[in-house]
């Protein structure tokens, strides 16, 4: 089978730009940092702007749309082949919406090899933006991998100064987790290379496209058992990287480890790499297997909404208690999937807007508040109210998104995804009830940090000096945390047109997968 | 009246016209280099026999010349096909950056012989031959080519003990693999009755499926040619000369033998068994060593990756490591003996070779460049804060190393692609899936040296720039990653490579 090659389209626009920045950050003979920290800016914001352009031309009545194709390696059947649809649209949205957050949160924080961090920033960019655009097996594959790269480099160059106790050595705390984030990603990957290869060999091309429309005419079926296997080199590949619980060791190491952008592009894009990868691949492709491990992966997100938010409660680290706070959260994407109908699929993939918008304005936060005292630990705050009210005013709306307040953005997502649980044919109603309580302890450990950190006197002097945000001193903290609130109050107060766009995406998906539940339950 | 002698035209003589070339030029400029002092012109000639050969061989290769007929030449000893062509630019290229990352460590250590670099060309030449080999004599002849040089070569840092150690090791048990070899050829040709593979091909499937004496001969005979080959490409468990005999050998000869021995020992593995040997046993689906070549692949992955972890010393890791990757080339080698298959796992062998050729003698230039006069120099605490000091240098190292892990964009991955691939296509998936979790463990190890260059601090003392060695970085550094981003280059170049004969 051929696919006919096609002119350029914006999706290739938003997917190369930053790698303009990247040749110009590599090559260009002198830059001062504030050269490069302003030349990176301005990239991310046109990146940010062609994807606005996107945005505007999208059809929301059309499902895959703005493709690209170009042949690549002829012989196997592998093609440059990108584009949208109403899912993965507002993923790249969400990411090429963090990136100038991300480079604005270095802006004074990174200080040492400024030009390598915001090469790696931008490759990462691509990396994130083409796992979300890529329409062939072989093209995500490669930027589903290359995105470990800069993100390894980030944390083990620019982490933390803590150390680890490391079987009786003392270790740099950042090498630890940079290598564990590195070695448990690989490995879960390189399994669905495999799945990768095989699904490709069948169906005698990589095509995403060529191969949804030879499943769906029933031209490419597997049997029972593989489709299972085939589910589940996808699934661990997905599960590590969301991280769905008990596969999460590595991200409270990393997003602590990191420096703050780091953390706003682990916890803002790069986790939904895993949770876009389910609804694409392993709903698409593997719809029965899909149907027949629901109950497990339901139960899993279930424990991950509980443990995540138990942890956190328990944490004495500000930073610690946000990178458990996303394990709780993931799990709510994961069982909005797995509900695996319109109001679950579409709750999660707003979910994970949501989810990148509040808590990478939570990383953010903690960043500035580390810069300002060099301390995470929540016990050396207290009445910040007091001293920076400009500060902690964000600070009260992006931590009461995150919990979930309704007129918020989190409410809606949440919302929606347990309405979909709640009417779910794969699960039964006891993960909807559980879940619940998981919303109940993020208010608790929520509002827990929030009355340590914010309210009540203000005990420590150390904590007299800190410095609030003005336009004039700060304007880089100010704006970022201006574009972030904008956004929570927006997807909160009028979300229709997010789920507009994504009616004709996740549609057509629920209805094959409504095909296959009602053939599954006779 | 004897018969009128053969003409170049039936011998088809210029088929095999770059490795003439280069043989030719190597014997000249044997006798030159006593009349040449400064032995920089040495190393300049020879680089320019190369390179006039290597561009025969790409013209031969695409296409765009008809230089000699592809087929048989010299009365059915040698065979231009385009896994001949793939070959020799595979071990042309390797053998031009030889030369390039040589000069200025062999001058910095007084070791600038004129004849290194013509033994460089003539084990060149032997690798050539050996995927261009017909016939079981020429195998064998086109072996010792490759080989020979290669002893002398790891030695010529005497009287250095280690350098001494590492050639006496390695001719030995060279010598005691070759008569393995030998042994195995002998008995194939009592089976078969001939020494030619597309004889051989015809002969062997009937006998295996009639005579039991002869059946016997040619299974046996069949064992020791894996044997004998399987020391040459570092198979475990004949591998054993193998870290020994890497760290001993001044580096750039490393560099050079690490890939050109696994070139040629593969092109020849290649030919006997998949073009001469596919035989299949009653009943069966699959050429009988098959299994074999999987044991010896599960064992060569596991023994290389899991060995290497503990490595300390750079040149040692590495070895481990090249032992690591003949693990995957033995995937493509086994999968090659499902009918059907032989062309893309010869394919994927060929892809496979030729982006490790590239990556890890990058990756040893690089250990050539940091090493000091007196051979130290090489171990992980010495390249701790090369990303400091040496930022293109550690630049490049780190492209080596996920290129070796198979991190996409790189070479490296685009091998095991095409590997795994052919693995799924024969149905080898256990085999596959101990491939890819091999290669999940040598992230760690691949990791680790990118860690030590740019997480932790040290006082890197490395030699300083060194011109050439410099230019044959940036070749394999910009090869490694070209390949990784254009892969339909080398798929365009051995989309014809094709092995089997029967189907």
Avoid: C
């Avoid at chain 1, 931008?122 to 290359?146: K, N, T």
């Avoid at chain 1, 997502?413 to 044919?425: C, K, M, N, Y």
């Avoid at chain 1, 006891?430 to 309210?455: C, D, E, P, Q, R």
């Amino acid at each position: 089978m051929q696919l006919e090659n096609t002119g350029v389209s914006i999706v290739s626009a938003v997917l190369f730009s930053p790698l303009v920045g990247v040749l110009v950050l590599l090559f260009w003979p002198r830059l001062t940092d504030k050269q490069v920290r302003i030349a990176t800016l301005i990239n991310t914001l046109v990146t940010f702007a062609f994807s606005l352009l996107m945005l505007s031309q999208f059809d929301s009545s059309k499902g895959m749309q703005m493709e690209q194709v170009d042949e690549w390696i002829a012989g196997l059947g592998i093609y440059y082949h990108v584009g949208v649809d109403g899912i993965s649209i507002w993923l790249v949205m969400l990411t090429t919406f963090i990136m100038p957050i991300a480079v604005l949160a270095s802006w004074t924080g990174i200080e040492e090899k400024v030009r390598l961090f915001h090469g790696f920033l931008l490759l990462l960019e691509v990396a994130m933006v083409g796992v979300f655009v890529s329409l062939d097996l072989f093209l995500f594959y490669i930027f589903w991998e290359v995105s470990l790269v800069p993100m390894y480099f980030m944390i083990g160059m620019w982490g933390s100064k803590d150390k680890v106790d490391f079987f009786g050595r003392e270790m740099e705390a950042r090498i630890y987790a940079a290598v564990k984030f590195f070695l448990y990603t690989v490995a879960g990957s390189i399994l669905m290379l495999l799945a990768i290869l095989y699904v490709g060999n069948k169906a005698e091309t990589f095509d995403f496209m060529l191969i949804r429309d030879l499943m769906r005419s029933g031209q490419l079926v597997f049997t029972e058992e593989t489709e299972r296997l085939l589910f589940v080199g996808f699934f661990i590949a997905f599960a590590i990287k969301v991280p769905v619980w008990p596969l999460h060791s590595w991200l409270p190491d990393a997003h602590v480890q990191a420096p703050t952008a780091g953390s706003i592009i682990l916890a803002g894009v790069l986790l939904k790499l895993g949770t876009y990868g389910l609804v694409r691949y392993n709903l698409e492709f593997f719809p029965n297997a899909a149907i027949d491990f629901a109950p497990y992966i339901g139960a899993l997100a279930v424990i991950g909404i509980i443990y995540g938010a138990w942890v956190s409660y328990a944490q004495t680290d500000v930073k610690k208690l946000v990178a458990y706070s996303s394990v709780s959260h993931l799990g709510f994407v994961v069982l909005g999937i797995f509900a695996m109908n319109s109001a679950g699929i579409q709750g999660a993939v707003l979910q994970m807007v949501n989810h990148g918008v509040s808590t990478g304005g939570l990383f953010l936060l903690v960043g500035m508040l580390y810069e300002r005292r060099h301390t995470k630990a929540i016990n050396a705050f207290g009445g910040l109210w007091k001293i920076m009210p400009i500060y902690s005013g964000f600070a009260l709306v992006i931590a009461l998104s995150s919990m979930g307040l309704p007129g918020l953005n989190g409410f809606v997502g949440e919302f929606t995804i347990l309405v979909g649980s709640a009417g779910s044919d794969t699960l039964d109603i006891w993960y909807t009830v559980l879940a619940t309580i998981g919303i109940i302890l993020a208010a608790v450990y929520i509002l827990f940090m929030f009355n340590k950190v914010f309210m009540g006197p203000v005990t420590k002097q150390e904590n007299q000096e800190l410095e609030d945000l003005t336009w004039g001193g700060n304007w880089y903290e100010l704006s970022a945390l201006v574009a972030l609130t904008v956004v929570i109050f927006v997807i909160g107060l009028y979300p229709k047109p997010f789920f507009e766009l994504m009616d004709g995406a996740v549609g057509d998906l629920v209805a094959q997968l409504d095909a296959t539940l009602q053939v599954a339950m006779k | 009246m004897f018969p009128a002698p053969p003409t170049f035209e039936d011998l088809n003589v210029w088929a095999a016209l770059p490795v003439i070339i280069l043989s030719l030029w190597a014997s000249v400029l044997l006798v030159a280099d006593r009349f040449i002092n400064n032995k920089f012109y040495v190393a300049a000639y020879s680089l320019l026999g190369v390179g006039i050969s290597l561009v025969i061989a790409l013209f031969q290769a695409g296409d765009l010349f008809d230089i000699g007929e592809s087929g048989t030449a010299f009365e059915g000893m040698f065979m231009a096909d385009q896994f001949t062509y793939v070959v020799n630019i595979v071990a042309l290229i390797s053998a031009a950056i030889g030369i390039l990352i040589s000069y200025e460590y062999l001058e910095r250590t007084k070791l600038d012989r004129g004849e290194y670099y013509i033994l460089l060309m003539f084990s060149a030449a032997g690798a050539m031959l050996m995927g261009s080999s017909n016939n079981l004599s020429m195998i064998f002849i086109s072996l010792e080519l490759l080989s020979i040089p290669l002893y002398i070569l790891s030695g010529i840092r005497r009287p250095q003990e280690e350098s001494e150690e590492s050639a006496m090791k390695y001719f030995l048990l060279g010598a005691f693999s070759s008569s393995f070899l030998v042994y195995g050829i002998a008995l194939v040709f009592g089976a078969a009755g001939s020494l030619d593979l597309g004889e051989i091909v015809v002969v062997a499937q009937t006998i295996s499926e009639q005579e039991a004496t002869q059946r016997y001969l040619l299974l046996i005979g069949a064992g020791l040619i894996t044997v004998g080959l399987g020391f040459k490409v570092a198979a475990v468990p004949f591998h054993m000369w193998t870290p020994d005999v890497y760290q001993g050998a001044p580096t750039p000869v490393t560099a050079y033998m690490s890939s050109v021995a696994k070139v040629g020992g593969f092109a020849a593995f290649l030919r006997v068994l998949v073009t001469g040997l596919p035989i299949i046993a009653e009943g069966g689906d699959a050429a009988v060593w098959v299994d074999t070549l999987q044991i010896l692949a599960a064992l060569t992955l596991l023994l290389g990756n899991l060995v290497a972890i503990m490595q300390y010393d750079l040149k040692r890791l590495l070895a481990y490591s090249s032992i690591a990757h003949a693990g995957y080339i033995l995937i493509a080698l086994a999968a090659g003996g499902v009918p059907g298959v032989g062309d893309s796992a010869a394919q994927a062998a060929l892809v496979y070779l030729a982006a490790y050729a590239f990556t890890n003698i990058g990756a040893f230039a690089v250990v050539a460049a940091i090493e000091k006069d007196d051979s130290t120099g090489t171990t992980m605490d010495d390249i701790k804060g090369l990303a400091v000091k040496r930022p293109w240098l550690a630049g490049a190292m780190s492209v080596f190393m996920f290129s070796l892990t198979g991190i996409p964009l790189t070479a490296g991955f685009i091998g095991k692609f095409w590997v795994f691939r052919a693995a799924m296509d024969a149905g080898l998936e256990p085999l596959a899936v101990l491939g890819v979790l091999t290669s999940a463990i040598s992230a760690f190890y691949y990791v680790r040296v990118v860690w030590n260059m740019y997480f932790e601090t040290g006082d890197a003392v490395v030699p300083e720039r060194q011109q050439y060695l410099t230019s044959g970085l940036v070749i394999t550094a910009a090869g490694t990653l070209i390949l990784g981003l254009l892969p339909f280059i080398l798929e365009n170049l051995v989309r014809d490579a094709s092995l089997a004969i029967l189907r």
